[in-house]
């Protein structure tokens, strides 16, 4: 009989050969909820297949209730077996080479019997791939290429897909009963923007169990190494894990060594056995003595270090830039410490949701302000907002005031035009609470262009903040080319801020040059461009991205309250 995680991986297997197959993109979603309510399931399965209310659990239907039924109570599926005599052999595996699409699968399937990723690199080498009507020596060296990046797991994730498998794992490794306690680390700890691997660090006096529960997580779709404290796997969807599971007492040690990027663990090696230490992922030694690490905080006093944030644990600089610190700086930026949401989007322009939807959420989540900055005239793609629709806005917005506790700010993301001019005449932009001063066209311009219009649109003598400053969606489109140290010089000269954008399609400005424009005393926003109320948590991912760049409480503008922040960037001198 298969249990609950059986059947959601079953189900998990539907929803991808569904979407392989190039069914309606909700039903194959289906699929997967229906997967995690089964993981999340408190209740005994068997208690409600047999009483008949699998439908009263939220996202299971009638028919994929009779889908995990029919699993529960003979062990298989007659659509699943249906869907896998459809698809070629192999195509799961298949699938996760990049440019395998299930067009090219059939193909490779039917002309060459090609049915996994070893099938698949035999008749790439020698020379038959490029023979199949469709291909060519160029698909076939682009396939070559992909199958390199398969095995060599160089395939990274956005930090936000990565999570979306993560943290339902880690809830998954810490209700074990065996677990003491559990933490993701490595890439997803540091937040970097992609990752290329979840990393779990837990604590157990006997990892075996944890081990057997880590590789039953429902999304595992191969376990490729095991030892007696780690097991290695690989995801549906092509990304790998690790659990090192160690003793209570090592957890802290073993936590820290698999956070740090390899260049920063490997710099503090070298400070540890300067020091007469030897520090690995079990602890630290003075010579044959364990010192007690029950914190990371403890590992680094024993250093003579103030702790390090996962987020700075990058490289050797860290370490030289917290030995240096002053001991009075304020603490890097938390999520608790912001009090309004800046950057938002309405039905104005190209929102989901009404102002007072959004209203409603930001006072849900506890903020104190929310800013209105939807897309102006020339962003006409996004449904900018122009002077006849403005007033309009402006007059709901008051009314959408008196309902509600959340102060509401009156904005604009206003396009920087290819002159450097901002978007709408100066005396409108003098009316806005807050301008987010924005490129969405005319990217291509080359270095010498764009600086000087960054460079003027900044030196406007209304305040504005530098939103998604270097235009880039991670892993799809390069930051455009600009003079950037030349830029951050305008806005430290004029009455601008720099935005740290929470889209985690965007995260920018990159850490590297938050640092450069801390250096020259620019303020910031924490903002979570949100075009929905859902998207207002996009804020953790701005924080995340302000803590590797450094960013300090005072540094942050919507740190502040209402009236103040209101003070700070209102756009009239």
């Not at 240096?324 to 608790?336: F, H, K, M, Y």
Request: proline share 3%; hydrophobic share 40%.
């Amino acid at each position: 009989m298969l249990d609950k995680l059986d059947i959601a991986r079953a189900l998990r297997e539907m929803g991808m050969l569904l979407q392989l197959k190039g069914e309606n993109p909700y039903r194959a979603r289906a699929y997967d909820a229906g997967a995690e309510a089964l993981e999340g399931l408190a209740d005994d399965l068997g208690a409600l297949v047999s009483g008949k209310k699998l439908t009263s659990i939220r996202g299971i239907g009638a028919a994929l209730a009779a889908q995990i039924a029919e699993l529960y109570q003979t062990g298989r599926s007659e659509q699943l077996d249906k869907l896998r005599a459809e698809l070629p052999r192999g195509v799961l595996e298949l699938s996760q080479v990049p440019g395998m699409t299930l067009k090219r699968i059939k193909a490779l399937h039917e002309a060459l019997g090609v049915g996994s990723v070893a099938e698949l690199k035999q008749a790439c080498l020698t020379g038959k791939v490029r023979g199949v009507k469709g291909f060519g020596a160029k698909i076939e060296s682009s396939l070559l290429e992909g199958i390199h990046r398969h095995e060599t797991h160089d395939d990274r994730v956005l930090l936000v897909d990565a999570l979306e498998l993560a943290e339902p794992l880690l809830d998954h490794v810490r209700g074990c009963e065996a677990t003491a306690q559990a933490e993701l680390a490595g890439g997803i700890r540091r937040w970097e923007e992609t990752v290329a691997r979840v990393d779990l660090v837990a604590a157990a006096d006997d990892a075996g169990p944890v081990l057997d529960c880590f590789a039953r997580f429902p999304r595992v779709a191969e376990v490729e190494e095991r030892g007696a404290s780690r097991c290695a796997v690989r995801f549906s969807g092509g990304l790998r894990g690790e659990l090192l599971c160690v003793p209570p007492r090592d957890y802290a040690a073993a936590l820290h060594h698999r956070t740090g990027a390899p260049a920063y663990v490997d710099a503090l090696g070298a400070l540890a056995r300067e020091l007469g230490f030897t520090l690995d992922e079990r602890g630290l030694l003075r010579g044959d003595e364990r010192l007690a690490v029950t914190t990371e905080e403890d590992l680094y006093r024993h250093l003579g270090l103030p702790f390090i944030a996962p987020e700075l644990r990058e490289g050797a600089e860290d370490i030289v830039a917290a030995a240096t610190r002053d001991s009075g700086d304020d603490a890097l930026i938390e999520q608790r410490d912001i009090q309004g949401m800046v950057h938002c989007h309405t039905v104005y322009s190209d929102g989901k949701n009404t102002i007072e939807e959004m209203a409603l959420a930001a006072e849900a989540m506890g903020m104190k302000y929310l800013t209105i900055t939807d897309h102006s005239p020339a962003a006409h793609y996004a449904g900018g907002v122009g002077l006849d629709r403005l007033k309009q806005q402006w007059d709901e917005i008051a009314r959408v005031q008196e309902r509600v506790k959340v102060k509401l700010l009156r904005g604009t993301e206003s396009d920087i035009l290819e002159s450097g001019s901002l978007d709408y005449p100066d005396a409108i932009l003098e009316q806005f609470d807050v301008i987010i001063a924005s490129i969405h066209a005319r990217m291509k311009m080359d270095a010498d262009q764009m600086t000087r219009r960054l460079v003027s649109a900044m030196k406007q003598p209304v305040f504005k903040i530098w939103g998604h400053a270097l235009g880039r969606l991670i892993q799809r489109r390069e930051p455009f080319a600009c003079r950037v140290e030349e830029v951050l010089d305008a806005v430290a000269e004029s009455r601008a801020a720099v935005e740290v954008n929470g889209d985690p399609y965007r995260l920018d400005m990159e850490p590297r040059w938050i640092k450069e424009a801390r250096k020259r005393g620019i303020r910031f926003v924490i903002s979570t461009d949100a075009h929905s109320t859902s998207a207002l948590h996009n804020l953790r991912f701005g924080v995340g991205t302000a803590r590797r760049g450094g960013l300090r409480r005072g540094e942050v503008l919507n740190a502040l309250g209402p009236a103040a922040f209101k003070k700070a960037v209102r756009p009239a001198a």
